[in-house]
DNA sequence: GTCTTCGGTAAGCGGTAACTTACGGTAAGT
DNA sequence: ACTTACCGTAAGTTACCGCTTACCGAAGAC
């Protein structure tokens, strides 16, 4: 269930723009925050929560500490997300069968 | 940015139970609600969260409400998901070919 | 060694989110 | 009409979350 982390994770509109300004690749922990409107302690717990989902990691060189993303928990999330749709659109197809032609119209 | 609404909706353990919940077909708030620890009232509260979401739609039969996914809704989320992970994968290939190899360990 | 930069951590505060109970409203049954 | 079933909404409480300021450690620069 760690996709429970990842979407937590996500859930808040700040921590949301830090992980995006990693997809470009690796920045410092400075770096993000010069382009956020809140503290950089602020920055910091972000990224605390981000990596403890899985989302990101981290890369210390000399004083610097670079974080960027990683495959597996971003795959994991992605997992998650497909297999919903592929279930929802199975789920969907048996109720159109049965000529629930109410939830073809825009709900599944 | 309706992605960012789903996320937040999704966030929640128990709001995320009630959406799962509606994998294999509408369901009743009755139906929902006694399948998890919490009252009534607040499996209303959740379903509004989802419903504002664009995640899920009503059906009124009688005085019974049916809850259902949104294929637009999950949709959304989907495309979401998929686009970044499209961004990530194209940034850690040019990450690799600038020779970054430390990142192509573990870290994306 | 000293100073400065970079960043994690602690403590505290305010807002809000997730519950609960209580109430009201609509539709079906009798 | 009365009752019952189903459900949304309001009000209030509690716990957590995101933020700030203050502090501290670690690694270069001089």
Redesign the interface.
């Known amino acids: 269930m760690a996709y429970?982390d990842a979407?937590?994770a996500?859930?808040d509109?700040t921590r949301?723009s830090v992980f995006?300004q990693l997809?470009?690749?690796?920045r410092s922990v400075g770096e993000i925050a010069s382009d956020l409107p809140v503290s950089r302690p602020a920055v910091s717990q972000h990224l605390r929560v981000l990596k403890e989902a899985g989302l990101i990691?981290?890369?210390r060189v000399g004083t610097r500490r670079y974080y960027?993303?990683?495959?597996?928990g971003?795959?994991e999330?992605?997992n998650y997300?497909?297999g919903?749709?592929d279930?929802?659109l199975a789920?969907?197809k048996?109720?159109a069968e049965r000529g629930?032609k109410?939830?073809a119209s825009?709900?599944?």
């Not at 997809?23 to 690796?26: D, P, R």
């Not at 960027?68 to 597996?72: A, G, I, M, Q």
Request: charged residues 40%; aromatic residues 8%; proline residues 2%.
């Open positions: 429970g979407l937590t996500l859930a509109p949301r995006e997809i470009g690749g690796a990691g981290e890369r960027s993303l990683r495959r597996d971003l795959a999330l992605r997300v497909d919903f749709w279930e929802a789920s969907f048996r109720a629930e109410d939830e825009d709900v599944l």
